[in-house]
């Protein structure tokens, strides 16, 4: 991980932080692209996902934004009430699982906190001269984040107050798009689950990806055990029924990642050889794929080989 300081910390609504983040000596930090995100550690031990919402032109600093949660499980809390410039955090370098993908047009669509890698995206777009539009839903006037950036992308930003002008009628959105239309989407739970219940009805070429801070509410048939052969690390690893295959292969000492142990950061990303691997994570968005996230994923065949 990298061994960063808290450069600079703007306050951007009553509940929300951007924080900037630097090495000590002030070197140039991996690049990224807009759609990345870190995984942040703090001096408590929590680790949290945070996309970047800065300027990938900005080689010596990344910009996060956080939320001051009502649940905090810990990081929003210690973040809002202890943080300060020249606090010290532990951050593994950017990984994007929202890359922007060529398309004729792009519809970007915020919702609360998930502003931050929509921004990113916004300000690429209008660098490169594409044909793009953003939403950006907010429940009152004065909980719009970064005004002065999005009052520099123009007129492409439609910004939604609810409380003033009620709730957004996304079927109505989704049917004002063009054909071919890329939908990228962040935001709190209920949001991006009515985007997904509604995604048959964009128009006929349009595809919707969208990037979650909760897993995806779904039922699974009851854990099984399985074994993992280790390709690379010649190691077999039993994991039983009670506990997850990243906790598995980390007893057996398999060197895999791990951050948010709720298959929603990517960091346990591991290739599967052989065997039949039961998706159970919010990255996946083909059954078929060989690519798993044993923090949550399992096996529907008795054994699987990975590439580990
Ligand atoms: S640890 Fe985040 S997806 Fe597995």
Known sequence: MLPLVVSEIVRETPSIVSIRLAAPDGTALPPWQPGAHVDVQLIT???????LCGDPADAHGYRIAVL???FSRGGSHYIHSFLRVGSRVWVRPPRNLFTLSDAPAYHLLAAGIGITPIL???RHLAAEDADWRMTYLVRR???VAFADDLAALGDRVTIHVGAEAG???LAELYAGLAPGTAVYACGPQRFVDAL????????????????????KPREFRPNEAFTVICARSDTTVEVPAERSMLGALHSAGVPVEGSCLRGICGSCEVTVLDGIPEHRDSLTGDDASMMMYPCVSRALSPTLVIDA
């Open 45 to 51: 031990r929590h680790e949290r996902q945070y996309s």
């Open 68 to 70: 001051r949660e009502e």
């Open 120 to 122: 990113a995206m916004a």
């Open 141 to 143: 006037r004065e909980d």
């Open 167 to 169: 709730r957004l009628d």
């Open 196 to 215: 997904d219940d509604l995604a048959r009805a964009l128009p006929g070429g349009a595809n919707l990806h969208v990037e979650r801070f909760e897993p």
